[in-house]
């Protein structure tokens, strides 16, 4: 397991580097979706944060979810700005 | 105006009610139990509700939050026993609006009333001006939006992010406002021939713009079906772009052009007053005037192509620094020949400068060898075979391991989707097994090579690749085109082979 959850707040532990890393962090958020409206998403130690994710979390946000992403690695922290990123969600570096 | 009244003492809402009818107020509804209230509380909202502070089941200060909660519009008076600053505290901080004591004589009440009537009447003419200065805002976005769209189909800039060979071009276009004076281009006219070029009309708003995109959607256009029936001559490209921009041009307007034909080892130029051509050597200057309904005569000159080359609109070298307000030219004059790609520039620019006009930039860059560090071929039929490729990856021994991987993370799922199977549009969200699959499997080859600080990570699969029509129109896209948006960003520089199906990306190796 490179994630954990608990309740509305899911754990990147270890780099995401296969699609099955990216799979089990999607099916985390699916999960924690269903316990609340708002999802907190801790990128403890992962530089890449691939764009499946990113959609799962747009999704989640139209669907009405408030996400919050907390990071911890700069260049990724840099990457969700470029990207526009907070705009859609709350993007905080750790 | 219409009003509420909450309170668990019956008295109470009696005789509010009496002093409101009296006052010839309307009571719309008064309630005896708080929770109901906010549960079935909807439009057409009340304009003021008067909340009793004193209601057991539930404070009146968290019965304030609640209707706030529902609709911060609503007018909230908390009805207090005695003016205590305590009391007016609490209430402040729950967020209501106004007090008044439960003891409160008639007179006084009715003072109050007529106070909180004007404070509602200009809350709602506020609220009706903010309502549609959202409106215009957002009317405002979507058309600038739509017509960015229009401009990036309109104008095809086709070697955005191209290589053919050791021959790399980007480019990079910010306007300054969405209307922009500048348009920039790039046209593939055959192995080692390219037109591109951009044109600047003076002054700007819509004016401009329509100038601008009309007359480098004419030249593209003639260019363009010249080489169709392979009679494109540069020389007569000019003529009748210049006889077709001398028609739509106003009688004081000029536009300024710099016009670029690359053949072979040499290129040919014609610079109607816009920057020179940087090269590390030398500056080919401008060879004629800005073009005015007056232009008869130009004149085309030409030299050996340079290994390097930046050519650029005026908006980079005359928008003032940030500290000095100097113009940014003499920053760029001594960095210029020390940028490898054009993101040491825009990002210098964009630290240092106040961006005044649109910048455009044109660059071009003669590969060089690299020393080759690491080589892996694969076939990618499922998502099994991208995680075998991705763990061999990050257990092998490499430079900006994690930048690597995220990019191949994206390039190898755009192969899976858009080559073995036809996923044509994410926001379907199909499973694998739901969808089509066009062939049984893709072959790709990475070539990891290095050079001083630069990684060159080289990718290629044997399918049509990605589409590059849409490459222009991902840039401006809020949603598509996430994964090559992190693999520009990621890298120093990214350039596409003509088929698509070749990347050259180049990272640079920070200790």
Redesign the interface.
Request: proline share 10%; aromatic share 10%.
């Given at each position: 397991m490179i994630a954990e959850i608990t309740g509305n707040i899911i754990r990147i532990k270890e780099?995401i580097?296969?699609?099955?890393d990216?799979e089990e962090v999607i099916s985390l958020l699916e999960e924690a979706a269903q316990n609340s409206n708002t999802i907190i998403l801790r990128v403890e130690n992962s530089?890449?944060?691939?764009?499946?994710i990113?959609?799962t979390l747009?999704?989640l946000k139209d669907s009405g979810k408030e996400i919050k992403i907390v990071i911890k690695d700069e260049?990724l922290f840099e990457?969700f700005n470029?990207?526009?990123l907070n705009q859609s969600f709350t993007i905080v570096k750790e | 105006m219409k009003i509420a009244i909450l309170s668990e003492n019956v008295e109470l809402i009696d005789r509010i009610s009496s002093y409101l009818n009296e006052s010839g107020y309307k009571v719309v509804t008064f309630s005896t139990n708080p929770s109901m209230f906010i549960q079935t509380l909807e439009a057409p909202y009340p304009d003021v509700v008067l909340v009793d502070y004193d209601t057991k089941e539930i404070s009146g200060p968290d019965v304030v939050k609640e209707i706030k909660k529902k609709n911060p519009n609503i007018v909230t008076v908390l009805l207090i026993p005695e003016v205590s600053p305590e009391l007016v505290e609490n209430g402040i901080e729950a967020g209501a609006d106004d007090f008044m004591c439960k003891d409160w004589a008639f007179p006084k009440f009715q003072i109050r009333m007529r106070l909180l009537k004007r404070m509602i009447k200009s809350n709602k003419k506020e609220a009706a001006l903010f309502k549609k200065l959202r409106e215009d805002i957002q009317y405002k976005n979507f058309q600038e939006n739509l017509a960015m769209t229009k401009h990036s189909k309109i104008i095809k800039n086709e070697l955005s992010m191209f290589f053919e060979d050791d021959n790399l071009i980007e480019t990079y276009y910010k306007p300054k406002d969405i209307l922009s004076g500048d348009t920039i281009f790039s046209i593939w006219l055959g192995r080692d021939r390219y037109v591109m070029g951009i044109i600047d009309a003076m002054g700007k708003g819509l004016s401009a713009s329509l100038t601008s995109v009309n007359a480098t959607s004419f030249l593209e256009y003639s260019i363009k079906k010249a080489a169709e029936y392979n009679d494109f001559s540069f020389n007569r490209s000019i003529r009748d772009f210049i006889n077709y921009t001398k028609a739509i041009l106003l009688e004081k307007e000029m536009l300024s052009a710099i016009l670029i034909y690359i053949e072979g080892d040499n290129i040919h130029y014609a610079n109607f007053g816009m920057p020179p051509i940087y090269t590390p050597e030398e500056k080919l200057i401008s060879n004629n005037h800005p073009i005015n309904i007056l232009t008869k005569n130009f004149r085309i000159d030409c030299a050996k192509l340079p290994k390097n080359f930046f050519a650029l609109s005026d908006g980079l070298i005359e928008s003032p620094m940030k500290e000095s307000h100097y113009p940014y030219y003499a920053k760029f004059i001594k960095i210029y020949k020390n940028a490898n790609f054009l993101k040491d520039l825009a990002k210098d620019f964009e630290e240092y400068a106040i961006q005044k006009d649109d910048v455009s930039i044109i660059h071009f860059k003669k590969d060089e060898p690299y020393e080759e560090i690491f080589e892996y071929q694969t076939e990618i039929a499922d998502k099994s075979d991208i995680d075998k490729t991705l763990k061999d990856f990050f257990m092998a021994d490499l430079p900006q391991k994690n930048k690597i991987i995220y990019i191949l993370q994206e390039l190898l799922m755009n192969t899976l989707e858009h080559s073995v199977y036809n996923m044509k549009n994410k926001k379907q969200h199909l499973s694998y097994k739901d969808m089509e699959k066009v062939r049984d499997s893709t072959k790709v080859k990475i070539d990891i090579s290095k050079k001083d600080e630069y990684i060159k990570f080289i990718y290629e699969e044997d399918s049509h690749g990605f589409d590059l029509n849409v490459l222009n129109e991902l840039v401006f896209s809020k949603y598509h085109g996430r994964g090559l948006k992190i693999v520009r960003n990621l890298s120093e520089a990214l350039f596409f082979n003509r088929k698509g199906n070749k990347l050259k990306i180049f990272l640079k190796d920070k200790k």
């Open positions: 780099p580097v296969t699609i099955q990216s530089f890449s944060f691939p764009s499946n990113i959609a747009e999704r260049i990457l470029d990207l526009n | -």
